[in-house]
Antibody
């Protein structure tokens, strides 16, 4: 069955770079797109960006200068890198296959 | 960016009753390909969002027929009939017609 699981550090310092991994199973990354979505504590959802089946990407313009999404199809993994972290980047980060199937999310706190 | 205005913010319901949530977009969600990419999600406490309805009115796999979606252009509605305890949580609409994809701010469905 379709599964996605996010992993990464729970705590990152301000100004540092966040690196998250989404490991998928049950489908091919070359056939489906994967988005990253985040949710600050107690708040709503924000779409961050997507990597399409052909490997091309699109980003939320609000984050574009800091955000990079890539993948390793041989490992069935999608990566998110976001630089220059601020405290307001504290959130649960989700990856989602075509916004239909979602991972459990990973909580990231940005604090010194 | 397309602004998704979701109402109400909070919706008290009785078990067995009916609920209706509105989502209005700041511009038409009809894609150049003729499809309308408006979707509905439920996020139960402590869980990831789960897809209920895709492209306005299509129920996702396993979603009971108590959930129905309707609308067109800029005005959309999610209806829940015969509300059950497992329906309680936060509901979000999402548009994926225009970049960046944007979510409504959410509606909390709670017991009256």
């Amino acid at each position: 069955q379709v599964q996605l699981k996010e992993s990464g550090p729970g705590l990152v310092k301000p100004s540092e770079t966040l690196s998250l991994t989404c490991t998928v199973s049950g489908f091919s990354l070359t056939s489906y797109h994967v988005s990253w979505v985040r949710q600050p504590p107690g708040k709503g959802l924000e779409w961050m960006g997507v990597i399409w089946g052909d490997g091309s990407t699109a980003y939320n313009s609000a984050l574009k200068s800091r955000l990079s999404i890539s993948r390793d199809t041989s490992k069935s993994q999608v990566f998110l890198k976001m630089s220059s972290l601020k405290t307001e980047d504290t959130a649960t980060y989700y990856c989602a296959r075509d916004l239909s199937y979602w991972g459990q999310g990973v909580m990231v706190t940005v604090s010194s | 960016d397309v602004v998704m205005t979701q109402t109400p913010v909070s919706l008290p319901v009785s078990l067995g009753g009916q609920a209706s949530i509105s989502c209005r977009s700041s511009q038409s969600l009809v894609h150049s390909n003729g499809n309308t990419y408006l979707h509905w999600y439920l996020q139960k406490p402590g869980q990831s969002p789960q897809l209920l309805i895709y492209r306005v009115s299509n129920r996702f796999s396993g979603v009971p027929d108590r959930f129905s979606g309707s609308g067109s252009g800029t005005d959309f509605t999610l209806k829940i009939s015969r509300v059950e305890p497992e329906d309680l949580g936060d509901y979000y609409c999402l548009q994926s017609t225009h970049f960046p994809y944007t979510f409504g701010a959410g509606t909390k469905l709670e017991l009256k």
